[in-house]
């Protein structure tokens, strides 16, 4: 845990008591603040008390007595409206934060020059967090790993000199943190997300762009420059007089680093070089892993990472689990888990990545189904379709892959297995991305994940991929 000092003798609202509300309230009681914690949810109230702290209605209390409002990032600050409790706290003229501005307040106060990587962008935030997480390990560095991957930052261990902690952020955390200041910040891309809680793209993208212009002084900005906002604010950032690093899969760069035929390379100055090689990194598969790899590759040699090192990192990074997650092989079959492909535009980057696939799709559909994966179609061999969806999914492939409906996960994985055991071809791929949302058949996208890989694992033959 991290003990939240600046706030010591002072009263703090916490409001939205999930995982890293809770977190911040044993942070600032643990740093000597005077905690009131609120939440709309009767259940999450309880939590709270039970864990020792005091709550309250908090449209019934005084405002002006509160140093600061320490809002979750599920809890909306501006679109569609603001929650009632930031109307509360500005009228009182009281500051609104996250618990992850707590956290750079007291590495500013304490410990200003403790590593720092703050890693956003409409997709691949996890993987890329992850993926310097491990690049730092491989290097010997002490690392702590959270913010909107999963552990909240104020679980993780306090910053000191030679720790590096390596933060997700999602744009709700960026909007509740004034003070964001990483060592390296990493903007991956963007895309329209996320509009009914920022109401037009442009507001959306300002909010990303603010996470790699805050870096420090002396920090390090990477950015994927594939998109219209991100190559805008690559170019008002380095103006601003910022070390900018262009990070792009689509195009050589004359000043930056791209991705050419699995290997990343630098040009700056006219001159070449190769840094790492991430072909047949099957954790790296896809146009979408060869951004996270370079930005990632960017981040780690900012931070002063070998490239010899930085190559070994890469080739032992095992990925994370329900994103395209090599499960295991049986002979000629590989089987992979990408139990996290909730929707079309996700699948489509799985379906991207492989050819001769067995695909095992279906769920609590999305709106706008499939019909936007057609130009992928001749990479599917054959489709089971599982869940809800089943029947919808099987108009759109009607005439155009060959499909099943098999119904449940169960029936659907030994019946792929064997149609791609039996169709000879070396590299087939028995692969799940459902397109669609777990909640028909399952409590999430993880527990359905975990499901695919024990009924993989149980196959006769099927060994864990080297």
């Known amino acids: 845990m991290i003990p939240v000092t600046s706030f010591a003798?002072?009263?703090?609202?916490?409001?939205?008591?999930?995982?890293?509300?809770?977190?911040?309230?044993?942070?600032?009681?643990?740093?000597?603040?005077?905690v009131i914690a609120g939440d709309d949810s009767a259940d999450n109230l309880a939590k709270a008390a039970q864990a020792g702290f005091m709550t309250a209605d908090l449209r019934t209390v005084a405002w002006t007595n509160f140093a600061a409002l320490v809002l979750a990032p599920g809890v909306p600050l501006t679109h569609p409206t603001p929650?009632?409790?930031?109307?509360?706290?500005?009228?009182?003229?009281?500051?609104?934060i996250g618990d992850i501005e707590l956290f750079c307040r007291e590495r500013r106060r304490h410990v200003p020059d403790a590593p720092f990587v703050a890693i956003t962008g409409t997709n691949g935030k996890s993987t890329t967090t992850a993926l310097v997480a491990h690049l730092m390990r491989e290097a010997g560095h002490d690392v702590q790993m959270g913010g909107n991957i999963g552990t909240a930052i104020l679980s993780l261990e306090p910053p000191r000199k030679g720790r590096v902690h390596v933060i997700e952020m999602s744009s709700y955390q960026i909007d509740l943190t004034p003070s964001l200041d990483p060592t390296v910040g990493i903007l991956l891309n963007v895309s329209p997300d996320h509009l009914d809680r920022h109401g037009t793209i442009e507001h959306y993208a300002a909010v990303k762009e603010r996470l790699v212009a805050s870096v420090q002084p002396q920090g390090t900005a990477v950015i994927g420059v594939d998109d219209i906002w991100s190559r805008a604010a690559a170019d008002r950032i380095e103006q601003a007089g910022k070390d900018v690093v262009r990070v792009s899969v689509k195009r050589p760069l004359a000043d930056g680093i791209w991705v050419d035929h699995g290997?990343?390379?630098?040009?700056?100055?006219?001159?070449r070089s190769e840094i790492a090689d991430i072909g047949g990194i099957g954790s790296l598969r896809g146009r979408h892993n060869a951004q996270n790899a370079a930005c990632a590759s960017a981040a780690a040699l900012a931070l002063g990472v070998t490239r010899h090192i930085l190559q070994d990192g890469l080739r032992s990074f095992p990925g994370l689990a329900h994103r395209m997650e090599q499960v295991g092989r049986k002979a000629?079959?590989?089987?992979?888990?990408?139990?996290?492909?909730?929707?079309?535009?996700?699948t489509e980057k799985a379906l991207s990545s492989f050819t001769d696939i067995f695909w095992i799709a279906g769920g609590k559909p999305k709106s706008g189904g499939?019909?936007?994966?057609?130009?992928?179609?001749?990479?599917?061999?054959?489709?089971?379709l599982i869940g809800e969806a089943a029947q919808d999914f099987a108009a759109t492939l009607e005439d155009k892959v060959p499909y099943e409906i098999t119904g449940t996960l169960e029936t659907a994985v030994p019946v792929a297995a064997r149609d791609a055991e039996a169709s000879g071809?070396?590299?087939?791929?028995?692969?799940?991305?459902?397109?669609?949302?777990s909640f028909d058949q399952f409590r999430?996208?993880?527990?359905?994940?975990?499901?695919?890989?024990?009924?993989?694992?149980?196959?006769?033959?099927?060994?864990?991929?080297?």
């Open 370 to 384: 499939i019909a936007s994966l057609a130009e992928l179609f001749p990479r599917v061999r054959k489709v089971y």
């Open 332 to 346: 000629n079959v590989l089987f992979v888990n990408d139990s996290k492909g909730t929707n079309a535009d996700a």
């Open 263 to 271: 290997r990343i390379v630098r040009a700056s100055g006219g001159a």
């Open 444 to 466: 999430n996208f993880e527990v359905r994940g975990d499901r695919f890989r024990e009924l993989v694992q149980a196959l006769p033959g099927v060994k864990p991929v080297a």
């Open 83 to 96: 929650h009632w409790s930031v109307l509360a706290a500005r009228e009182a003229g009281v500051e609104v």
């Open 9 to 34: 003798g002072k009263m703090v609202a916490v409001f939205g008591l999930g995982g890293s509300g809770l977190a911040s309230c044993h942070a600032l009681k643990a740093g000597g603040a005077e």
């Open 425 to 437: 071809l070396a590299d087939a791929v028995v692969l799940l991305s459902p397109a669609c949302a």
